[in-house]
Every structure is written in structure tokens, then in C-alpha cells.
């Protein structure tokens, strides 16, 4: 069965800092996987996907995210963070290989900004 | 272009009642899956409905049921309302393309509370 795993609840960076947020799953299937951020009171908005082909995928917002077979990650990661960029960050494999299907998500990691 | 929208927004309850959340997808799209998030965890999916069935289901008891009218619009109603049926109710829309969905695009949520 899939499985989502996100290492650290709660990540807090300086503004302007690396942002690396982890993310590893499990899947019997060639996955597919997303990032999803969810501010305060919203719903999710998809950040980027993963599907086939290129391994690094960019997204909105300046992150971008590696598939990592071997290491069977997918860590989300953005050069210098900004104040904008605190939320609520969702890792999530699709359970059957269809994007628009039941997904499976992480526990999240919460990113603060500190300016 | 209208996103997905859920209604209402906000609900209390008290246990042993019933709950009707509505939701109308994003425009073009047909498909609806709703989600519960709990508070302080990831979304985890009730079920997917595609031409008015019920496509795909999680892990939930049959207390949690659901239809989708012709218009792709969709409810979510919860029978004999648990003190842990507290929480954010998410619905996603997504669009069938040659035997595959589309990603999932989120409502905001409907928050329920259960007294």
C-alpha cells in the first residue's frame, strides 16, 4: 500500500534562507506525487507534480522538488525563503497511479518565516 | 473562471444529527472526491464520485455517503454525527481525460464542529 512519510512536523527558516522540506513514500507502483501548501483557512493549492519523465520538477512560487527513486523521495525545496512562503506543506502519492484519484497524504510540515 | 466552491463554510452540530456539505468543481471539471482532514493532520479521502457513481471509497464507515447530480455538483452527508467527526471537510474536483484524471484542484473547506 502507499504510504507518505514527512520528516518534522514544525520547520522554521530566516528569511531569505534555503527552504528543504523531506518527503519520502512508499509505493508499488511507479508513483505519482505531489506538493501541496495550505494557508491558514484555505484549502490546498497545488505547488507541483511529479508524473514521468524529468526528475526535477519546478513549480509555482520558486520551489521546486527531486524524484528520487533510489532514496524513494521527494523532497520540496525553495533557494531563499519569504515571508509569504509560511504554511502548511502537504506531501501526497497518488494510490493507483492516476493524478486526479485517491491521494495519500503526509502529516504535513508547518514552515515558519522569521524575519 | 469559478474554482471549486463548498458550502457552508462553517457548521455546528450536535451528536446523533445529520450534515449535508455541498460542492460545485471547477468549471470544466466532472469529477469530485471529498476529503477529511483532522485537525493538525493530512487530508485523508472519503471517496470519488464520476458520473453520478461512486467510484473509489476510503476508509470510511457507511455513516459517510454521498451523491453527484447531473451538473457534476456533489453532497457529502454524515449520518449519527461522532464527536470525531469534527473537521475540515475538503472537496477537490478533477477532469476525466482519455481514461486518467486531471490533478485535483480544492475548495476551501467546510469546517464542521460536533458538540
Known amino acids: 500500500a502507499q504510504s507518505v512519510t514527512q520528516l518534522g512536523s514544525h520547520v522554521s527558516v530566516s528569511e531569505g534562507a534555503l527552504v528543504l522540506l523531506r518527503c519520502n513514500y512508499s509505493s508499488s507502483v511507479p508513483p505519482y506525487l505531489f506538493w501541496y501548501v495550505q494557508y491558514p483557512n484555505q484549502g490546498l493549492q497545488l505547488l507541483l507534480k511529479?508524473?514521468?519523465?524529468?526528475?526535477l520538477v519546478k513549480g509555482i512560487n520558486g520551489f521546486e522538488a527531486e524524484f528520487k527513486k533510489s532514496e524513494t523521495s521527494f523532497h520540496l525545496t525553495k533557494p531563499s525563503a519569504h515571508m509569504s512562503d509560511a504554511a502548511e506543506y502537504f506531501c501526497a502519492v497518488s494510490d493507483g497511479g492516476n493524478q486526479g484519484g485517491k491521494l495519500i497524504f503526509g502529516q504535513g510540515t508547518e514552515l515558519s518565516v522569521k524575519p | 473562471d469559478a474554482g471549486v466552491t463548498q458550502s457552508p463554510t462553517h457548521l455546528i452540530k450536535t451528536r446523533g444529527q445529520q450534515v449535508t456539505l455541498r460542492c460545485s468543481p471547477k468549471s470544466g471539471h466532472d469529477t469530485v472526491s471529498w476529503y477529511q482532514q483532522a485537525l493538525g493532520q493530512g487530508p485523508q479521502f472519503i471517496f470519488q464520485?464520476?458520473?453520478?457513481?461512486?467510484?473509489q471509497r476510503g476508509n470510511f464507515p457507511d455513516r459517510f455517503s454521498g451523491h453527484q447530480f447531473p451538473n457534476y455538483s456533489s453532497e457529502l452527508n454524515v449520518n449519527a454525527l461522532l464527536l470525531g467527526d469534527s473537521a475540515l471537510y475538503l472537496c477537490?474536483?478533477?477532469?476525466?481525460?482519455?481514461?486518467?484524471?486531471?490533478?485535483?484542484?480544492f475548495g476551501n473547506g467546510t469546517r464542521l464542529t460536533v458538540t
Open positions: 511529479y508524473t514521468t519523465g524529468a526528475t
Open positions: 477537490a474536483s478533477s477532469l476525466v481525460v482519455g481514461g486518467s484524471t486531471s490533478p485535483l484542484h
Open positions: 464520485y464520476y458520473e453520478e457513481e461512486e467510484r
